[in-house]
């Protein structure tokens, strides 16, 4: 009976420190990293089918997102910053395939599960580790930089955004 108990535990222990999954599929690669150590009790776990569908909606959803950015941009004082934000975006969204992601999960007020997604310019010199590290962030970088959050009930993007140049 022991046995049996030290068998269970060694495999609950085991399956509790899951390490970080990599995921890739037609046009992304990134991975799906321990969304306790970001959002405690409300965090969420994913399932690979999520990320499918989050990826369907970002492809799906692009021609919106450049509008909604081109929208936001136009109602902003700053005409200089304005036409940056634009080419910004514009560059995310021609090159949106290239960016490393990194996939963390919460619920929201609702009990909405919300997987939000950050995304890396692998050719900053920015690689797979920094990218499972959920305390790692980007502080400006413009366009090498962007993310967004995805409703998982909704089936919506929102949120997305690039990065503030340097």
Same mark, same amino acid.
């Given at each position: 009976?022991?046995?049996?108990?030290?068998?269970?535990?060694?495999?609950?222990?085991?399956?509790?420190?899951?390490?970080?999954?990599?995921?890739?599929?037609?046009?992304?690669?990134?991975?799906?990293?321990?969304?306790?150590?970001?959002?405690?009790?409300?965090?969420? %776990?994913?399932?690979?089918?999520? &990320?499918?569908? =989050?990826? $369907?909606? /970002?492809? #799906?959803?692009? +021609?919106?997102? @450049?509008?909604?950015?081109?929208?936001?941009?136009?109602?902003?004082?700053?005409?200089?910053?304005?036409?940056?934000?634009? %080419?910004?975006?514009?560059?995310? &969204?021609?090159? =949106?395939? $290239?960016? /490393?992601? #990194?996939?963390? +999960?919460?619920? @929201?007020?609702?009990?909405?599960?919300?997987?939000?997604?950050?995304?890396?310019?692998?050719?900053?010199?920015?690689?797979?580790?920094?990218?499972?590290?959920?305390?790692?962030?980007?502080?400006?970088?413009?366009?090498?930089?962007?993310?967004?959050?995805?409703?998982?009930?909704?089936?919506?993007?929102?949120?997305?955004?690039?990065?503030?140049?340097?």
């Amino acid at each position: 009976m022991k046995f049996l108990l030290s068998i269970y535990f060694f495999l609950a222990f085991f399956f509790s420190c899951k390490q970080d999954e990599e995921i890739s599929g037609t046009g992304f690669k990134g991975f799906i990293v321990d969304s306790k150590i970001e959002y405690g009790d409300s965090s969420a %776990s994913i399932d690979r089918n999520e &990320i499918i569908m =989050l990826e $369907k909606a /970002l492809v #799906r959803d692009t +021609a919106l997102a @450049n509008s909604y950015f081109i929208a936001c941009d136009i109602n902003s004082h700053d005409s200089m910053m304005m036409s940056r934000n634009i %080419s910004n975006k514009e560059f995310v &969204i021609r090159n =949106l395939s $290239k960016y /490393l992601r #990194r996939y963390m +999960a919460y619920k @929201n007020y609702r009990g909405e599960k919300i997987i939000s997604i950050e995304a890396f310019m692998p050719m900053t010199g920015i690689g797979d580790d920094q990218v499972k590290n959920p305390h790692f962030t980007v502080d400006g970088g413009g366009a090498n930089f962007w993310y967004a959050f995805y409703n998982v009930a909704t089936d919506k993007i929102s949120d997305w955004d690039v990065n503030a140049d340097e």
